[in-house]
């Protein structure tokens, strides 16, 4: 049975960090990512690694957060640094069976079931 289940939300003042952790389970996956959502807003794109460790990010989020593979533990991180109000969502481990990036929810097989992040100002 395949499974990403994320861990490491919570709530934060405006520039704290917060490392994000996803472990998968049941298959091996090509890309993996980031994505969140708002409160009544669409789901967005955050950041997304290939295999090989090739990474993309946000605009919103480029210099602030890291995006990082263990594939000998199956686990997919997100380090979150100078974290703004505006990144206050829930976020979502996603991965592909493909061999590259999850840009687009299209390009995602498989999702965790999210993670709180809330940023006080």
């Known amino acids: 049975q395949v499974q990403l289940v994320e861990s490491g939300g919570g709530s934060v003042q405006a520039g704290g960090s917060l490392r994000l952790s996803c472990a998968a389970s049941g298959r091996t996956f090509g890309g993996m990512g980031w994505f969140r959502q708002a409160p009544g807003k669409e789901r967005e794109f955050v950041s997304t690694i290939s295999r090989i460790g090739g990474t993309l990010y946000a605009d919103s989020v480029k210099g602030r957060f890291t995006i990082s593979r263990d594939n000998a533990k199956s686990t997919l991180y997100l380090q979150m640094n100078n974290l703004k109000p505006d990144d206050t969502a829930v976020y979502y481990c996603?991965?592909?069976?493909?061999?590259?990036?999850?840009?687009?929810?299209?390009?995602?097989?498989?999702w965790g079931q999210g993670t709180q992040v809330t940023v006080s100002s």
């Open positions: 996603a991965a592909s069976t493909r061999n590259y990036y999850t840009r687009s929810r299209v390009d995602c097989d498989y």
